[in-house]
Protein backbone atom coordinates (compact mmCIF):
# COMPACT_ATOMS: atom_id res chain seq x y z
CA UNK A 1 0.00 0.00 0.00
CA UNK A 2 1.19 3.72 -0.88
CA UNK A 3 0.25 7.01 0.59
CA UNK A 4 1.48 9.85 -1.35
CA UNK A 5 0.69 13.76 -0.92
CA UNK A 6 2.23 16.97 -3.24
CA UNK A 7 2.42 20.12 -2.67
CA UNK A 8 3.58 23.42 -4.83
CA UNK A 9 4.43 27.02 -4.14
CA UNK A 10 5.72 29.84 -6.02
CA UNK A 11 8.28 30.81 -2.94
CA UNK A 12 8.88 34.17 -1.34
CA UNK A 13 10.54 35.88 -4.64
CA UNK A 14 9.06 35.11 -7.44
CA UNK A 15 5.52 35.95 -9.03
CA UNK A 16 4.39 32.88 -10.82
CA UNK A 17 4.86 29.12 -10.26
CA UNK A 18 6.87 27.41 -13.44
CA UNK A 19 6.89 24.14 -11.25
CA UNK A 20 3.84 21.33 -12.32
CA UNK A 21 3.59 17.99 -10.54
CA UNK A 22 1.07 15.35 -11.06
CA UNK A 23 -0.20 12.55 -8.99
CA UNK A 24 -1.82 9.63 -10.53
CA UNK A 25 -5.02 9.00 -8.12
CA UNK A 26 -4.40 4.86 -8.35
CA UNK A 27 -0.59 5.77 -7.23
CA UNK A 28 0.66 4.06 -10.80
CA UNK A 29 3.12 7.32 -11.61
CA UNK A 30 4.40 10.81 -10.08
CA UNK A 31 5.51 13.52 -11.99
CA UNK A 32 7.61 16.88 -11.16
CA UNK A 33 8.85 19.51 -13.94
CA UNK A 34 10.32 22.55 -13.17
CA UNK A 35 10.11 25.26 -16.53
CA UNK A 36 12.46 27.61 -17.62
CA UNK A 37 12.51 30.26 -19.98
CA UNK A 38 10.48 33.18 -18.07
CA UNK A 39 7.28 33.94 -16.78
CA UNK A 40 5.16 32.33 -19.65
CA UNK A 41 7.70 30.00 -21.15
CA UNK A 42 8.70 28.44 -17.67
CA UNK A 43 4.60 27.48 -16.88
CA UNK A 44 3.96 26.50 -20.04
CA UNK A 45 6.65 24.24 -20.65
CA UNK A 46 6.09 22.24 -17.32
CA UNK A 47 2.64 22.34 -17.65
CA UNK A 48 3.00 20.69 -21.17
CA UNK A 49 5.88 18.30 -19.86
CA UNK A 50 3.35 17.05 -17.52
CA UNK A 51 0.51 16.72 -19.47
CA UNK A 52 1.81 15.07 -22.37
CA UNK A 53 3.77 12.28 -20.25
CA UNK A 54 0.53 11.87 -18.66
CA UNK A 55 -1.12 11.65 -21.14
CA UNK A 56 1.38 8.53 -22.90
CA UNK A 57 1.66 6.99 -19.93
CA UNK A 58 -2.10 6.72 -19.09
CA UNK A 59 -2.92 5.63 -22.92
CA UNK A 60 -0.22 2.92 -22.77
CA UNK A 61 -0.56 1.39 -19.76
CA UNK A 62 -1.39 -1.67 -20.48
CA UNK A 63 0.58 -1.99 -24.05
CA UNK A 64 3.65 -4.45 -24.37
CA UNK A 65 5.64 -1.87 -24.12
CA UNK A 66 8.39 -2.52 -21.83
CA UNK A 67 8.22 0.18 -19.11
CA UNK A 68 11.57 1.49 -20.13
CA UNK A 69 10.64 2.01 -23.59
CA UNK A 70 7.21 3.62 -22.16
CA UNK A 71 9.01 6.04 -20.27
CA UNK A 72 11.43 6.97 -22.88
CA UNK A 73 8.74 7.87 -25.53
CA UNK A 74 6.76 9.58 -23.33
CA UNK A 75 9.90 11.52 -22.33
CA UNK A 76 10.78 12.54 -26.27
CA UNK A 77 7.35 12.91 -26.65
CA UNK A 78 6.75 15.82 -24.15
CA UNK A 79 10.26 17.13 -25.40
CA UNK A 80 8.66 17.13 -29.14
CA UNK A 81 5.70 19.14 -27.56
CA UNK A 82 7.32 21.91 -26.04
CA UNK A 83 9.56 22.19 -29.57
CA UNK A 84 6.46 22.64 -31.30
CA UNK A 85 5.35 25.19 -28.91
CA UNK A 86 8.20 27.65 -29.12
CA UNK A 87 7.81 27.58 -32.75
CA UNK A 88 4.44 28.46 -32.52
CA UNK A 89 5.15 31.47 -29.69
CA UNK A 90 8.14 33.40 -30.77
CA UNK A 91 8.42 34.68 -27.40
CA UNK A 92 9.15 31.52 -25.85
CA UNK A 93 11.46 30.03 -28.13
CA UNK A 94 14.17 29.27 -24.91
CA UNK A 95 11.52 27.74 -22.83
CA UNK A 96 12.31 24.53 -21.60
CA UNK A 97 12.15 22.31 -18.43
CA UNK A 98 13.09 19.68 -16.48
CA UNK A 99 11.52 16.57 -15.44
CA UNK A 100 11.38 13.55 -12.93
CA UNK A 101 9.14 10.78 -13.15
CA UNK A 102 8.74 7.30 -11.09
CA UNK A 103 6.23 4.56 -12.38
CA UNK A 104 4.81 1.47 -10.58
CA UNK A 105 4.43 -0.45 -13.18
CA UNK A 106 6.55 -4.26 -12.85
CA UNK A 107 8.13 -5.59 -10.08
CA UNK A 108 10.46 -2.66 -9.72
CA UNK A 109 9.53 0.75 -9.82
CA UNK A 110 10.96 2.43 -12.90
CA UNK A 111 12.42 6.45 -12.88
CA UNK A 112 13.08 8.66 -15.82
CA UNK A 113 14.72 12.46 -15.88
CA UNK A 114 16.21 15.13 -17.35
CA UNK A 115 17.35 18.44 -15.13
CA UNK A 116 18.21 18.67 -11.87
CA UNK A 117 14.54 17.68 -10.32
CA UNK A 118 15.59 15.04 -8.05
CA UNK A 119 14.20 11.50 -7.31
CA UNK A 120 15.60 10.35 -3.25
CA UNK A 121 14.69 7.11 -1.58
CA UNK A 122 14.91 7.91 2.60
CA UNK A 123 15.19 4.57 3.96
CA UNK A 124 16.14 4.01 8.01
CA UNK A 125 16.85 7.89 8.93
CA UNK A 126 19.14 7.55 5.65
CA UNK A 127 18.66 9.90 2.53
CA UNK A 128 19.69 8.48 -0.87
CA UNK A 129 19.98 10.80 -4.08
CA UNK A 130 18.72 8.59 -6.76
CA UNK A 131 18.91 10.54 -9.41
CA UNK A 132 21.76 12.27 -10.81
CA UNK A 133 21.93 16.12 -11.90
CA UNK A 134 22.05 17.00 -15.44
CA UNK A 135 23.95 20.02 -15.04
CA UNK A 136 27.11 21.88 -15.51
CA UNK A 137 28.22 22.11 -12.13
CA UNK A 138 27.37 18.49 -11.33
CA UNK A 139 29.72 17.71 -14.13
CA UNK A 140 32.43 19.78 -12.84
CA UNK A 141 32.04 18.54 -9.56
CA UNK A 142 32.58 14.48 -11.60
CA UNK A 143 35.83 15.87 -12.86
CA UNK A 144 37.29 16.95 -9.84
CA UNK A 145 37.10 21.02 -11.46
CA UNK A 146 35.65 22.15 -8.08
CA UNK A 147 34.83 21.00 -4.95
CA UNK A 148 31.20 20.53 -2.77
CA UNK A 149 31.84 23.68 -1.24
CA UNK A 150 32.69 25.56 -4.33
CA UNK A 151 29.46 23.87 -5.64
CA UNK A 152 27.10 25.13 -3.13
CA UNK A 153 27.08 28.91 -4.44
CA UNK A 154 28.61 28.81 -7.89
CA UNK A 155 27.31 31.21 -10.20
CA UNK A 156 26.96 28.35 -12.71
CA UNK A 157 24.76 25.88 -10.53
CA UNK A 158 21.72 26.42 -12.22
CA UNK A 159 23.03 26.00 -15.66
CA UNK A 160 21.34 22.37 -17.19
CA UNK A 161 23.14 20.25 -19.37
CA UNK A 162 20.19 18.73 -20.49
CA UNK A 163 16.49 19.73 -20.28
CA UNK A 164 13.18 18.90 -22.37
CA UNK A 165 12.85 21.55 -25.13
CA UNK A 166 15.80 21.22 -26.83
CA UNK A 167 15.51 19.31 -30.54
CA UNK A 168 18.95 18.02 -29.90
CA UNK A 169 17.79 15.44 -26.96
CA UNK A 170 18.71 11.94 -27.42
CA UNK A 171 18.82 10.83 -24.59
CA UNK A 172 16.91 10.21 -21.13
CA UNK A 173 17.68 9.06 -18.16
CA UNK A 174 15.98 5.63 -16.93
CA UNK A 175 16.69 3.21 -14.08
CA UNK A 176 14.71 1.09 -11.88
CA UNK A 177 15.47 1.16 -8.26
CA UNK A 178 14.72 -1.24 -5.62
CA UNK A 179 12.20 -1.02 -2.81
CA UNK A 180 10.90 -1.99 0.38
CA UNK A 181 8.28 -1.57 3.33
CA UNK A 182 8.94 1.73 5.39
CA UNK A 183 10.74 3.23 2.43
CA UNK A 184 9.88 6.95 1.36
CA UNK A 185 10.41 8.16 -1.81
CA UNK A 186 10.67 12.24 -2.54
CA UNK A 187 9.95 14.15 -5.84
CA UNK A 188 11.22 17.52 -5.91
CA UNK A 189 12.49 20.55 -7.90
CA UNK A 190 15.21 22.35 -6.86
CA UNK A 191 13.60 25.11 -5.17
CA UNK A 192 13.87 22.77 -2.03
CA UNK A 193 16.97 21.56 -2.65
CA UNK A 194 18.38 25.19 -3.18
CA UNK A 195 17.29 26.01 0.36
CA UNK A 196 17.92 22.56 2.00
CA UNK A 197 20.68 20.66 2.42
CA UNK A 198 20.58 16.23 2.62
CA UNK A 199 20.87 16.68 6.17
CA UNK A 200 17.96 18.83 6.82
CA UNK A 201 15.49 17.31 4.29
CA UNK A 202 15.89 13.75 5.90
CA UNK A 203 15.95 15.48 9.17
CA UNK A 204 12.23 16.84 8.24
CA UNK A 205 11.18 13.36 6.70
CA UNK A 206 12.58 11.19 10.19
CA UNK A 207 10.47 14.16 12.40
CA UNK A 208 7.77 14.11 10.48
CA UNK A 209 6.54 10.39 10.00
CA UNK A 210 2.99 11.28 8.67
CA UNK A 211 3.28 12.27 4.66
CA UNK A 212 0.99 15.02 5.30
CA UNK A 213 3.02 16.67 7.71
CA UNK A 214 6.38 15.94 6.39
CA UNK A 215 5.65 17.64 2.72
CA UNK A 216 4.30 21.19 4.36
CA UNK A 217 7.18 21.11 6.88
CA UNK A 218 9.91 20.33 4.11
CA UNK A 219 8.28 23.45 2.21
CA UNK A 220 8.06 25.48 5.34
CA UNK A 221 11.66 24.75 5.65
CA UNK A 222 12.46 25.84 2.40
CA UNK A 223 10.00 28.96 2.72
CA UNK A 224 11.85 29.79 6.23
CA UNK A 225 15.37 29.44 4.39
CA UNK A 226 14.73 32.33 1.67
CA UNK A 227 12.12 30.44 -0.97
CA UNK A 228 14.47 32.00 -3.48
CA UNK A 229 12.78 29.50 -6.00
CA UNK A 230 9.12 27.73 -6.78
CA UNK A 231 9.22 24.63 -4.40
CA UNK A 232 7.73 21.36 -5.57
CA UNK A 233 7.24 18.28 -3.34
CA UNK A 234 5.78 15.14 -4.08
CA UNK A 235 6.17 12.08 -0.77
CA UNK A 236 5.62 8.85 -1.51
CA UNK A 237 5.17 6.17 1.69
CA UNK A 238 5.94 2.69 0.82
CA UNK A 239 3.56 0.59 3.51
Known amino acids: MMRFTGLSNPGLVRF?????????????????A??????????EASRIATQVIRDYLLQHWQSDLATKVLLENAFKQANLAIVREQKLQLQCSDMGTTAVTIVFREQQPAIAHVGDSRLYLFREAAL??????????????????????????????????????????????IQTINVQIGDRLLLCSDGLTEELSDEHIAFQLQSNPANEKATAALLEAALANGGKDNITVVLIALE
Open 16 to 32: SNQDAYYIDPEGRFFIV
Open 34 to 43: DGMGGHTGGE
Open 128 to 173: QQVTTDHTWINMALHQGDISKEEARNHPWRHILSRCLGREELDLVD
